[in-house]
């Protein structure tokens, strides 16, 4: 039983696009979400993250969107570049310390 | 360099036979885990460590051991390996038990089991 649904499985965006990846969750023990970015042949690394008390959160090019009473958060990436083709991952996670991944987003940015 | 370290990096063996992943961390963190990544799954927990002799089950455990007796160090064991855990191994660690600390993962670990 998946914790975490993300969509899509993957993404092809022209440079200078905006990408976006969206995950849902349905346990409201849930108290925090982060957002991974893994390039091939590494671990994945902390790009941004929320908590379910600000609706939007923004670093640099990568915004978080939230939705509470829908349980839906999504990535955006503005002005996506080459650079930035990566798998991603949402998670969620309690105060359990369990931590739950997406299916994780192949994202391709073509120049 | 602050690192989470993963060994071997590649691993084939045969159904049965015993293996140990280790893992090691250099930044005196509290918290440690192991995940493995298989495609269309994205990323599971096996098993996580929130302090020396204090060991968790995450998503996924069986087949799996851990143990914790140092702080530094989270070696993954398979006892009987078999073809359903040939994946993508990584370990993570952060700061402290505080679940909404940043992870820092390592360089992941791929596992063949024939």
């Known amino acids: 039983q998946q914790q975490v649904k993300q969509s899509p499985q993957s993404l092809i965006v022209q440079k200078g696009g905006i990408s976006i990846i969206n995950c849902a969750y349905e346990?409201?023990?849930?108290?925090?979400f982060p957002w991974y970015q893994q390039f091939p042949g590494k671990g994945p690394a902390l790009l941004i993250a929320?908590?379910?008390?600000?609706s939007e959160k923004k670093e640099g090019r990568f915004t978080i969107s939230f939705n509470k009473s829908a349980k839906q958060f999504s990535l955006h990436i503005m002005d996506s570049q080459p650079g930035d083709s990566a798998t991603y991952f949402c998670?969620?996670?309690?105060?359990?310390?369990?931590?739950?991944f997406g299916t994780g987003t192949s994202l391709t940015v073509i120049p | 360099e602050a690192q989470v370290t993963q060994n071997p990096r590649y691993l084939i063996t045969v159904t049965g036979k015993k293996l140990t992943v280790t893992c090691s961390q250099n930044?005196?963190?509290?918290?440690m885990s192991w995940y493995r990544q298989d495609p269309g799954l994205g990323l599971r927990q096996i098993y996580y460590?929130?302090?020396?002799?204090?060991?968790d089950k995450g998503d996924v455990p069986e087949g799996y051991k851990v143990s914790r007796k140092e702080k530094r160090n989270f070696p993954l064991i398979l006892e009987s390996p078999s073809p359903n855990q040939t994946s993508l191994y990584f370990c993570?660690?952060?700061?402290?038990?505080?679940?909404?600390?940043?992870?820092?993962f390592g360089p992941g670990t791929r596992l063949l089991v024939l």
């Open positions: 993570a660690s952060s700061l402290s038990n505080y679940h909404q600390e940043t992870q820092y």
């Open positions: 346990n409201t023990a849930f108290d925090y």
């Open positions: 929320i908590r379910p008390d600000v």
């Open positions: 998670a969620a996670i309690g105060a359990g310390n369990q931590f739950y």
């Open positions: 930044m005196n963190h509290e918290y």
């Open positions: 460590s929130m302090n020396v002799e204090v060991t």
